[in-house]
């Protein structure tokens, strides 16, 4: 695709169900990332995905965050049981290689619980 | 532990210049990026450094120094356009991590 795609824009949810987020990479990225970014605040690294090896998980939150990605391409980042200060916005980018890759984003998705 | 620290916010006139610090201590380093920020938009690529020295691109300029774990950003001529918050990013082995950004108001 001619960017990063990321759905669903917007996803309000009630408190203690889960969600799932999906982000298209752009074609032929090897290099994957998940951040969360807080009103206001930087970007807090999530997850990274590189071509077909173990993610680094070292940024997640809590066990009840979890991220998969399907062929080396789409990724889906579930958050299980949802709370109120998991309400952010939630971004994925995508680069060529590790180290100098410029990592291009999405629009990400704004996740509001209520 | 990894710390990337700049100034939360400044204030700047239309056609000024701006300087923005980052410095950091980080356990790797394999460079470091500028990203430009608009409310309510992605971050979208400004520059990298991976080499002590001064990258020019038009009316951006970034500079780094390893031993200092010192970067800034210079904005020349600013413009209303300009007003948007601005994230120091390492990559270090694995992962990208991010200061907390700087929001810049340029003011005509």
């Known amino acids: 695709g001619a960017g990063v795609s990321q759905s669903p824009s917007n996803k309000v949810t009630e408190k203690g169900k889960d969600v799932e987020l999906r982000c298209d990479p752009i074609?032929?990225?090897?290099?994957l990332y998940w951040y969360r970014q807080s009103l206001g605040q930087g970007l807090e690294f999530l997850i990274y995905?590189?071509?077909?090896?173990?993610?680094?998980k070292s940024g997640l939150p809590s066990d009840r965050f979890s991220a998969e990605r399907t062929g080396g391409s789409v990724s889906t980042l579930t958050i299980q049981r949802t709370q109120q200060e998991d309400s952010a916005v939630y971004l994925c980018?995508?680069?060529?290689?590790?180290?100098?890759?410029?990592?291009?984003f999405g629009a990400g998705t704004r996740l509001s619980v209520l | 532990g990894q710390n990337i620290d700049q100034p939360t916010e400044m204030t700047a006139t239309e056609g000024a210049i701006v300087q923005i610090n980052c410095t950091y201590q980080?356990?790797?380093?394999?460079?470091l990026f500028w990203y430009q920020q608009h409310a309510g938009e992605a971050p979208t690529f400004l520059s990298y450094?991976?080499?002590?020295g001064l990258e020019e691109k038009g009316r951006f300029s970034s500079f780094l120094s390893r031993s200092k774990g010192y970067s800034y950003l210079l904005l020349k001529e600013l413009q209303m356009k300009d007003s948007a918050s601005y994230l120091c990013?390492?990559?270090?082995?694995?992962?990208?991590?991010f200061g907390a950004g700087t929001r810049l108001t340029v003011k005509p």
């Open positions: 980080t356990s790797g380093f394999n460079g």
């Open positions: 980018a995508s680069s060529t290689r590790t180290g100098q890759g410029i990592q291009y």
């Open positions: 995905f590189q071509g077909n090896s173990a993610p680094d």
């Open positions: 990013a390492v990559h270090n082995n694995n992962d990208m991590r």
């Open positions: 074609s032929g990225h090897t290099a």
């Open positions: 450094n991976v080499l002590d």
